[in-house]
């Protein structure tokens, strides 16, 4: 898929990690049409399915330090799109992150779980036990994140679907009750990580993105 250029705001280096899943995808394509420089990681760089003058893939797995602080300079902005398969890559990925060292991390973490228990009440009991043994790696990721200075964005049931036009982000302070009905699209939620990445709001906190 060729992506087109809309002029950019600010021209941002950014580094989006697990770039081949559905929420790297929204990611590294939206931020390619905001007019930034775009580094796609992912095991397999063939599975970008993007093509463009800014945009560089890159095999790499986040379990290795080395691999990703190759990548990972002072100047740029990572977005990371992990998912939870495996216990234990959420974490390796936060600490080799971090030990890079870049100006920003701006990360994916789930609605309910740590920081934003308290906030989603009851309802995310489900989730958590859908999470099973690999709840104390996502919060412990989200910990590493936040001891940074960085933003973990704590999306409820994601979805397929284009970008919500009444998205919007919030703190927990407006944190609404976790709903299993209530879903977001990925797009949305590429959305809100990179209006982060531009316009920093939350640094060192939990975002939520809302389709409404």
């Known amino acids: 898929m060729l992506i087109g250029v809309l002029p950019s705001v600010s021209g941002m280096n950014l580094i989006v990690l697990a770039a081949s899943g559905r929420t790297g995808l929204a990611l590294t394509r939206q931020a390619l049409e905001r007019g930034h420089t775009v580094t796609a990681v992912a095991r397999d760089p063939q599975r970008v399915g993007l093509e463009h003058a800014s945009l560089r893939k890159v095999a790499g ?34 600490k080799a992150v971090v030990a890079a060292g870049p100006a920003r991390i701006i990360w994916l973490g789930a609605y309910g779980t740590g920081p934003s228990a308290e906030a989603a009440g009851e309802g995310a009991a489900v989730l958590v036990r859908y999470l099973g043994d690999r709840l104390p790696d996502k919060v412990a990721a989200d910990t590493t994140v936040l001891a940074a200075g960085g933003t973990v964005f704590h999306a409820g049931v994601l979805a397929d679907g284009p970008e919500s036009p009444d998205r919007r982000t919030v703190g927990l302070d407006a944190a609404p009750p976790f709903d299993l009905r209530a879903s977001v699209s990925r ?23 809302l389709a409404a």
Do not use: K, N, Q
């Open 61 to 94: 797995d986040v379990s290795d330090p080395a691999g990703i602080a190759a990548v990972v300079d002072a100047g740029s902005v990572v977005l990371s799109g992990l998912g939870t398969e495996v216990p234990g890559v959420l974490l390796d990925g936060a």
């Open 187 to 209: 797009e949305t939620v590429a959305a809100a990580m990179l209006d982060e990445a531009e316009t920093p709001r939350f640094p060192g906190a939990v975002a939520l993105p």
